[in-house]
């Protein structure tokens, strides 16, 4: 009797253990915060190796394999310098190590695809910044594209213009043509391939995981305990004496009746503290249930400022912008206006009366302009080593000079006419 009372005991700890298990584990698991992941694709197009064409131009090649070039653009999709165009691009008050923590970038397979995926509370704010984060590393690769790309393109019409006929005369003729039809265009080794799209469940917490580990470790638990419970009283049985022979069984039986009573006391215990575990388990699913078939969260002054402080944030922005493109266009009128001042032929002599009046040549742009004091290539100098000092007047900059090449002399000189422009625009780098 003594030993089936030990048994069903153990049992019970170990039934109640996991019992407790369970709960914790449920208890966390729908109270903890959710997560969502997104995931936006990169595709990859190398160029080969021994393509002459870009020669001179920073884009991803494929000297290793196709493996080699997707990972350098997941290495590239992770730096510091797409996190910083993320976060001022979406506005994140997050630091840009916090937020690359949340980013993992991996080539998929053995293909030239590469794998953004972003985790965030929010499943809106996870795919928003998969995408910006390719969106960013697209816009820095085509700006250093298109910067290297006019740099070759100033370099082989010189090339060009001073080079002798011949083949290679030739063969440059083709490359500057097949050059100047990339200008204004992205990347050619990048391009989005997937669009992340907000997910619809969260992947974790996931509530049957944490039960499966919360029940494990209780069942482990229990099973430890009654074993080492059942050693204890081994332990201590066999340290007790035998019972005298000349012991009365009316004394025996009394001891049994009195432990049989304890034990029924404990039993009665055990079973009042499960009752009390399934109590506060019911409570739980009940407040869970309550939580979900809530209509709508509930909205405070708190959140109403806080959507108040981003509307007039989005509209500094907005107001900013418009003025920034307003700038370039003003800018871009003006180089319109001093093109068609320097392309503006001198005004002939009279022609002597006669009987057929003579038609005025069409306007073209003079060959013997006289050259100013400014040189594109000085000025592309300029702008890469004060650039950085002035980063609100960068676009602008390049604006400028990317019209001004249509009017340079073969050695990159500027005729006068654009002199005042110049002084008036890199006045900061002059």
Do not use: C
């Not at 653009?73 to 992770?78: C, G, K, S």
């Not at 997910?199 to 009654?226: D, M, N, Q, R």
């Not at 249509?406 to 990159?412: F, K, L, N, Q, T």
Request: charged content about 25%; proline content about 6%.
């Amino acid at each position: 009797m003594l030993r089936s009372l030990a048994a069903g005991r153990a049992w019970f700890v170990v039934l109640t253990l996991t019992a407790v298990g369970l709960a914790a584990a449920a208890g966390y698991g729908l109270t903890a915060p959710k997560r969502y992941g997104a995931t936006a694709q990169l595709l990859v197009s190398p160029l080969s190796a021994s393509d002459p064409a870009f020669a001179g131009l920073d884009v991803l090649r494929d000297a290793s394999g196709k493996q080699a070039a997707a990972a350098s653009a997941a290495v590239l999709v992770r730096s510091s310098q797409v996190a910083d165009a993320v976060r001022a691009q979406l506005g994140v008050r997050r630091s840009s190590e916090a937020l690359l923590r949340e980013v993992d970038a991996h080539v998929v397979g053995s293909s030239d695809v590469v794998a953004v995926r972003v985790e965030d509370t929010s499943a809106a704010s996870a795919a928003q910044l998969a995408n910006a984060f390719v969106d960013a590393l697209v816009a820095q690769r085509t700006a250093s594209f298109q910067s290297q790309l006019a740099s070759a393109i100033h370099r082989d019409a010189q090339l060009l213009a001073t080079a002798p006929a011949g083949s290679q005369s030739a063969e440059l003729a083709r490359r500057l043509a097949l050059l100047r039809s990339f200008q204004g265009q992205p990347d050619p080794t990048l391009r989005r391939a997937a669009t992340a799209t907000a997910p619809a469940t969260a992947y974790w917490p996931k509530l049957w995981a944490f039960l499966l580990a919360g029940g494990g470790i209780g069942l482990a638990t229990g099973a430890v305990l009654s074993l080492a419970l059942a050693l204890l009283r081994r332990g201590r049985v066999d340290a007790l004496p035998e019972y005298s022979r000349g012991m009365s069984e009316r004394a025996v039986q009394a001891l049994v009746e009195r432990l049989e009573k304890r034990l029924a006391a404990r039993e009665s215990a055990l079973v009042a503290r499960e009752r009390d575990l399934q109590a506060k388990i019911d409570e739980l699913r009940s407040l869970e249930a309550q939580r979900r078939s809530a209509a709508a969260p509930p909205t405070d002054g708190a959140v109403t400022r806080e959507v108040s402080r981003r509307e007039t944030e989005l509209d500094e922005r907005e107001r900013a912008l418009v003025e920034r493109v307003a700038a370039v266009t003003r800018r871009e009128l003006a180089v319109a206006r001093a093109a068609a001042q320097a392309a503006r032929p001198p005004a002939p002599p009279a022609a002597p009366a006669g009987p057929e009046p003579v038609p005025a040549p069409p306007p073209v742009r003079r060959a013997g302009a006289v050259s100013g004091a400014f040189t594109l290539d000085a000025l592309e100098r300029l702008v890469a080593a004060g650039g950085a000092a002035h980063p609100e007047r960068r676009d602008e900059w390049e604006s400028t000079l990317f019209f001004l090449r249509d009017y340079a002399e073969p050695d990159g000189r500027l005729p006068g006419s654009f002199d005042w422009l110049v002084q008036e625009t890199f006045a900061p780098l002059l």
